[in-house]
């Protein structure tokens, strides 16, 4: 297969490469719009592409030295696309200070759309070596100030209560958190032992809606809401994901009809990233109007929240009074490297943190594919509390080929 090949040490921007560009969109009466960096979906190089709208749909051209250009659509309404408007300047919606670390690759679901692969075979790291990461972080209250632990699931280290105090030990500044299945915070007796280890808050994901018939699973994580509001520990979010827009229904009933108290909700729907391989790609704007149409056909209220860090990947809105973040991931194809300039930021693979949609794309080639991460993301995409408003220069941008073999 041409994707096993390694390919590295090649400067992917040129002038060549961004004169084809051009040249492509004209040849498909396409309109500009502005540059970006993609990902070449064959050998995972970081390349040049430029966003253009066509037929009112928005697509990026990019270009690869060696396996040449391809179009992607990245949004399937231009009219939508040139309504969103990104901010950070709304503290609320602004996730620039996290990063997620994996604390485990072992999970106790299978869920069908998820991005990591679990292996239950793998040894979780030492406390020690997740610190040392940790530690290389900007650590600080305008830097990083909060570690969100993430796995697979996290939780099931016997020693989860241990590294989250050793973690907050490290700085009092850092808030710690962590994003799980929920399982085991419906066990009352570990909310209270995480309460009492410092654990500032969790982000539960309810994942599949399938599972809101399965009598245990979903027994567990609604009793792990409940515990969550009893032990005043906060939920940032609770999340859904998706393998039918048919389930905006059970979905928004439940978020409507209960009491649960998280910052916001969070759906989203698969994406072609670990499990889901070939998934269909749909864009944020279907997602968006299948939650603005489900309100309006159940006369809830439906509000766009302007002041947030809005983009094709996600949008916020409000519902009645709870907090919506409508979510669509690209995959390796169509990223779209100027939509990710801001949190959450990851630490997943190396060669610095990055976005987490970056991340996950590329953790999934190196470690669920095992093919070669052939050079480094630019600097511009890496970790930035407040990332500048320079525009885009493909021919001076700062990378590397330093190349990493797969894990497998
Ligand atoms: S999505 Fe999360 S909870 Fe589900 S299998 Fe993957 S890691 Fe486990």
Redesign the pocket.
């Known amino acids: 297969m041409i994707s096993n090949i390694s390919i590295t040490g090649i400067n992917q921007f040129k002038q060549s490469a961004v004169d084809s560009l051009h040249q492509a969109i004209v040849d498909v009466n396409g309109v500009e719009l502005l540059p970006t960096v993609s990902l070449c979906h064959h050998c995972h190089s970081h390349v040049p592409a430029w966003r253009y709208h066509l037929d009112n749909k928005v697509y990026i051209v990019k270009h690869c030295a060696t396996h040449g250009i391809s179009h992607h659509m990245i949004e399937s309404d231009y009219e939508f696309y040139s309504g969103i408007y990104y901010t950070q300047d709304n503290p609320r919606y602004n996730f620039n200070g996290g990063v997620l670390i994996e604390a485990s690759d072992r999970?106790?679901?299978?869920?069908p759309?998820?991005?990591?692969?679990?292996d239950n075979k793998i040894v979780d790291q030492p406390i020690e070596t997740l610190l040392d990461q940790i530690k290389k972080l900007p650590l600080g209250i305008n830097q990083v100030n909060r570690i969100i632990l993430s796995?697979?699931?996290a939780t099931l280290r016997p020693d989860f209560a241990e590294l989250v105090t050793e973690i907050k030990s490290l700085d009092p500044d850092i808030s710690v958190t962590v994003?799980?299945?929920g399982i085991q915070f419906g066990d009352h007796e570990f909310v209270k032992q995480v309460k009492a280890s410092g654990l500032d808050g969790v982000n539960i994901?309810l994942?599949?809606p399938e599972y809101i018939d399965h009598h245990v699973v979903r027994r567990k994580q609604i009793s792990a809401i409940e515990n969550m509001h009893v032990e005043n520990i906060p939920i940032s979010y609770i999340s859904y994901?998706m393998i039918s827009l048919n389930e905006v229904h059970d979905i928004m009933t439940e978020i409507c009809s209960n009491y649960w108290q998280a910052k916001n909700f969070r759906i989203r729907y698969g994406s072609d990233i670990?499990?889901n391989p070939g998934q269909e790609r749909i864009f944020v704007s279907d997602v968006y109007k299948a939650i603005e149409t489900w309100c309006r056909n159940n006369d809830k209220s439906f509000d766009r929240i302007i002041e947030a860090d809005n983009n094709i990947y996600h949008i916020m809105a409000r519902v009645e009074n709870k907090d919506i973040r409508i979510i669509q991931w690209c995959d390796e194809t169509d990223i779209d490297m100027e939509e990710l300039r801001s949190g959450p930021w990851c630490d997943f693979v190396p060669d610095g943190v990055t976005n987490f949609l970056h991340q996950i794309i590329r953790r999934d080639v190196w470690k669920n594919q095992g093919l070669i991460l052939p050079d480094t993301p630019p600097d511009r995409y890496k970790f930035n509390r407040n990332p500048h408003d320079t525009p885009l220069d493909l021919l001076n941008l700062s990378w590397s080929s330093n190349n990493h073999e797969p894990l497998v």
């Open positions: 999970c106790n679901l299978e869920c759309h998820c991005y990591h692969l679990p796995g697979a699931e994003m799980t299945n994901g994942n599949h994901t670990g499990r």
